[in-house]
């Protein structure tokens, strides 16, 4: 003992960082690791999450769920008007789709109700956005999660039935997942702006650029998406906050389709001109792709692979493979982020979008070892960029093989989100993202990092424990 006392003092703590603090200005030298109980210290779930975390059904049903992800094959199929698309936005139907998890209209944040009302002027329902606000609160149009019609918008996520979409297809399960299509930078509706400018130019792509587009969709030679994603990720992209590699790639599919057919040269020039000016472009049709592959996961019974994550500015919401249709919900973090002059996070709007559909399927933040130049818009450090990546491995199922990082020795990227793992580590799912500000039409103000909150997990785990229990 006595010798064990008169040597350098080297500590590991464990939890709170205060004791290592303690202990280094004692003179000790202390390695700090961090630590929280399991189950956010709830005593009675961490109970169920210990008898769920080697349970041979889930494990099964997550081989299964996983497999499928996997074995997704997304292709660019078309694109076509939205009320053609869905069967809830045909027939002359007033509704409206959003992101995140169900809203009512009275709660949403001031970006989403800018954003619908912007929609409704849009498609004609009113001449005013004060008209339109009063129409939206009058429960004369109905408003559902774009994840309720197998679609994913970005920010305020908002699909009328006029709007365009992407369709892209799985060729494995023949399944479709639909996206909006991305209006560039600046003042836009999915930040919540509805100014006469942006009401134009989204008449201008429901028009003379959908035509433009659909006809070079239908021309395509090659609408295999993974393969052109996983080139992007070699090229500097997430596919999430940057993608300015798969836009000029995908621009480069469209322009040789429409060399080979007889379109009218000035509009095919400005459709050309407006995509090779917006790096997002790629944007919508990364998260279309992100659906659905994670769509052909879902629905598998006992699997605790996280299938959705979305949020509408107040809350955030994901679904299980195993749970069916429930969204387990809880307040959306704020986003630590970079702002633009003039704006601060006591501007902005809570985590905000669907655009999270592409760190479920293990882009975006789970891929930021790729893109070294995205700390440029979110923050930190290119080294800050490959640890969140290594970070997700501990959270996922396995590695995408399909999408491998260079800045991991081409290791896949991490994939497969598990909610007993997040509970378990308390590793909450990092997320890249653009920041609104609070107020409707003010528009972007910002970007930067967030994450899952833990009680989304926390519900999810209980919910799916009691499909356990009710199991024959």
């Not at 990092?430 to 833990?454: C, E, S, W, Y």
Request: proline share 6%.
């Amino acid at each position: 003992m006595k010798a064990l006392f008169s040597q350098p003092l080297h500590v590991v703590n464990a939890g709170l960082r205060g004791f290592a603090d303690n202990i280094t200005s004692a003179g000790g030298t202390v390695t700090n690791l961090d630590w929280q109980p399991p189950a956010g210290a709830d005593a009675a779930l961490g109970w169920q999450l210990a008898n769920l975390l080697r349970d041979p059904r889930i494990e099964e049903a997550n081989r299964t769920a996983y497999a499928r992800y996997l074995a997704a094959q997304p292709r660019l199929f078309d694109v076509i008007l939205a009320r053609d698309a869905m069967p809830g936005l045909g027939g002359g139907q007033r509704r409206i789709l959003h992101s995140g998890p169900p809203i009512a209209w009275a709660d949403m944040c001031g970006p989403q109700q800018g954003a619908i009302a912007g929609a409704i002027v849009y498609e004609g329902w009113a001449d005013t956005i004060e008209a339109a606000e009063a129409l939206a609160a009058s429960d004369a149009v109905a408003f559902d999660p774009c994840h309720h019609h197998s679609a994913v918008g970005p920010m305020a996520g908002i699909i009328s039935p006029s709007m365009p979409v992407w369709v892209v297809e799985d060729g494995e399960t023949g399944k479709y997942a639909f996206s909006n299509l991305n209006e560039g930078l600046g003042k836009v509706l999915r930040f919540g702006a509805n100014s006469p400018e942006v009401i134009d130019r989204l008449r201008w792509l429901s028009g003379e650029f959908f035509a433009v587009m659909q006809a070079a969709v239908r021309g395509l030679e090659d609408r295999n998406l993974k393969p052109l994603m996983a080139q992007a990720l070699h090229m500097g992209d997430e596919v999430h906050n940057r993608n300015a590699a798969a836009s000029c790639l995908m621009f480069k599919r469209l322009v040789l389709s429409l060399g080979r057919l007889e379109l009218d040269r000035a509009m095919v020039n400005r459709a050309l001109a407006f995509v090779a000016a917006n790096d997002h472009f790629f944007l919508n049709i990364s998260m279309a792709a992100s659906k659905v592959m994670m769509d052909a996961a879902h629905g598998e019974p006992h699997s605790s692979l996280v299938t959705v994550m979305a949020r509408n500015g107040v809350n955030f919401g994901i679904r299980l493979s195993g749970t069916g249709e429930m969204w387990f919900q809880a307040p959306a973090n704020p986003v630590n982020g970079l702002y633009f002059p003039g704006y601060s996070i006591a501007d902005a709007a809570a985590d905000l979008g669907d655009s999270a559909i592409t760190e479920t399927a293990g882009l975006g933040g789970f891929a930021m070892a790729a893109s070294p130049a995205i700390v440029q818009f979110v923050g930190g450090t290119p080294a800050d960029a490959v640890a969140n990546s290594r970070r997700m491995l501990n959270i996922t199922l396995g590695a995408n093989p399909a999408f491998t990082l260079p800045a991991l020795n081409f290791g896949g990227t991490p994939a497969g989100i598990d909610a007993r793992a997040v509970l378990d580590t308390g590793i909450l799912p990092v997320i890249n993202t653009g920041i609104a500000h609070r107020k409707a039409g003010v528009g972007q103000i910002g970007a930067g990092i967030t994450t899952a909150p833990l009680e989304c997990f926390a519900g999810a785990v209980a919910a799916l424990a009691g499909t356990l229990e009710a199991a024959p």
